[in-house]
């Protein structure tokens, strides 16, 4: 690159902003689950120690996933300039420096890592296998980013891992059921496939497609929408066997949860849709208003014990652990 191409320093310092995707922090909002669930279930005591763990440790994995964000930039560049507005991506259009952003990338994650490891060491290994998992997602040679399903599955388990943070911001002294990460990690599947579904309706030409995400060669919107389809279903199964389990009081929010994912999914077939950019989800009324909705049935529901509900729903017939 020659002085007269080469970007200005204000160019730069805006470009390295850019990739490390500061405006993206919003989908942390995914860590909140966790904090909510352990102290509506538990007894806590609010304190300003509590107040702070919950800020250092929502601002270390907010860093840890700039981090991610960074080094997909630098991977996918070859990509993006197939994208219809990717292709307009700083590293695209060489208004980064590439050995900075390099090191843009590390000190991110190790700052990142440096304040979970002030709240607590469960907080510092879930965030140091949030920037691993970056790491496979994104370099060669593993790069699940590249192999279909393997692609949602991997990139998804973010999810679960977002709330495992937000629950070791709160307490080490409980596990998380399993039911719940498998129902999060599904529930994170069926976003990230339906994120795909449109990004691949909206290129509309499975070449072109396949130049910008590799996986996509062995795409298309039937295997899409089936693969989503499934997504839905486990997660839900998951999320059945967690509420009857721990509190069957939330079998009454399912049809909020339904409307909240029939509502997402009427927005991927949107040309141009959100959906590829979950951090402008914000901006839809209906999307927001049924997931308000919904959280303050759930609240509701998580406190407000319904014993007539237990009756509706007591075994009528031998349960496995009656057998003799």
Not at 15 to 20: D, L, P
Not at 135 to 155: A, G, Q
Request: hydrophobic content about 50%.
């Amino acid at each position: 690159m020659d002085a007269k191409s080469r970007p200005s320093l204000a160019t730069l310092i805006k470009g390295h902003i850019q990739i490390a995707r500061f405006d993206h922090w919003v989908k942390n909002v995914f860590v909140l689950p966790g904090i909510v669930i352990p102290l509506t279930f538990e007894p806590f005591n609010w304190s300003f120690s509590l107040l702070w763990r919950i800020t250092i440790g929502i601002l270390s994995l907010g860093l840890v996933a700039s981090s991610n964000y960074v080094i997909n930039e630098l991977m996918d560049a070859p990509f993006d300039r197939f994208h219809p507005s990717k292709s307009s991506r700083p590293v695209v259009q060489g208004r980064i420096s590439i050995p900075l952003a390099y090191l843009e990338w590390i000190l991110l994650g190790v700052a990142g890592l440096a304040l979970a490891l002030r709240v607590s060491t469960y907080l510092f290994w879930t965030d140091a296998v949030l920037w691993g998992m970056g790491c496979m997602y994104n370099i060669p040679p593993i790069r699940t980013k590249d192999v279909p399903f393997i692609d949602v599955l991997s990139e998804s388990l973010n999810n679960p891992l977002r709330l495992l943070a937000g629950w070791f911001i709160v307490t080490t002294s409980v596990i998380p059921p399993a039911s719940l990460l498998l129902c999060y990690w599904m529930v994170g599947c069926y976003f990230m496939g339906l994120k795909r579904f449109s990004e691949y309706r909206q290129i509309n030409d499975h070449e072109t497609a396949a130049h910008y995400r590799k996986s996509f060669a062995n795409y298309n919107e039937i295997s899409l929408l089936t693969s989503v389809m499934f997504y839905a279903a486990t997660a839900m199964l998951f999320f059945g066997a967690f509420i009857m389990r721990y509190r069957l009081e939330l079998i009454l929010s399912f049809p909020f949860v339904a409307l909240v994912m029939a509502v997402y999914l009427r927005l991927a077939f949107d040309r141009d849709s959100v959906v590829q950019r979950p951090e402008g989800l914000y901006r839809q009324p209906l999307l927001v208003t049924s997931v308000i909705g919904c959280a303050i049935v759930m609240l509701l529901l998580v406190k407000v014990d319904l014993p007539k509900l237990h009756q509706i729903f007591a075994p009528t017939m031998p349960t496995a652990a009656s057998q003799p």
